[in-house]
């Protein structure tokens, strides 16, 4: 049976997740019309408490230049900490950083490494574009890229 404790403990962990899924709704909302600026102000606070959406988020605008001056090396910064917390969208586009080399110097390895990741999390496209990378790679490469790939699992379990 279900304590009244039990049920206030969770209505309270309930009421705590909301405003943070409103406010970056609200951002997502802001972003869809091209107020940067309002997502910016929605996301930012969030990303900066850890909310991995939010950051791969602020990630975007500062990749596209969307509010803010484009900047590769700040959109990376934020898609790394996205990235620590799984968020596949954030690994995938640190793949496309590395291969295409947005900010860094192309690093197949990295880009594959990071492709790699996104796809065990989920990322749908990954695989595909980590597949088609691996066509430009040597064996060498890619056993080091897998080998990256696992110690990064290691370190951010």
């Known amino acids: 049976m279900i304590s009244r404790y039990s049920i206030a403990l969770l209505l309270s962990i309930i009421s705590l997740a ?4 409103a ?3 609200a951002g997502l909302d802001a972003n869809t019309r091209g107020d940067y600026a309002t997502a910016l102000r929605e996301w930012r ?11 791969f988020s602020l990630g975007l605008l500062h990749e596209n230049g969307d509010g803010v001056p484009r900047d590769y090396t700040k959109a990376r910064q934020w898609y790394e900490k996205a990235a620590a917390q799984k968020e596949n969208r954030a690994q995938f586009y640190l793949g496309m950083q ?3 080399g947005q900010g860094t110097p192309v690093d197949l ?15 749908v496209g990954a695989a595909v574009y980590r597949d088609d990378l691996a066509k430009q790679m040597t064996p060498a490469q890619i056993a080091e890229a897998h080998k990256r790939a696992r110690e990064w699992k290691l370190k951010n379990p």
């Open 23 to 25: 406010d970056y709704q």
């Open 109 to 123: 390895v990295q880009a594959h490494m990071w492709y790699n990741l996104a796809a065990g999390n989920g990322h």
């Open 98 to 100: 590395y291969a295409f």
């Open 45 to 55: 606070p969030l990303a900066e408490q850890g909310d991995a959406r939010a950051q």
């Open 18 to 21: 909301a405003p943070a899924w």
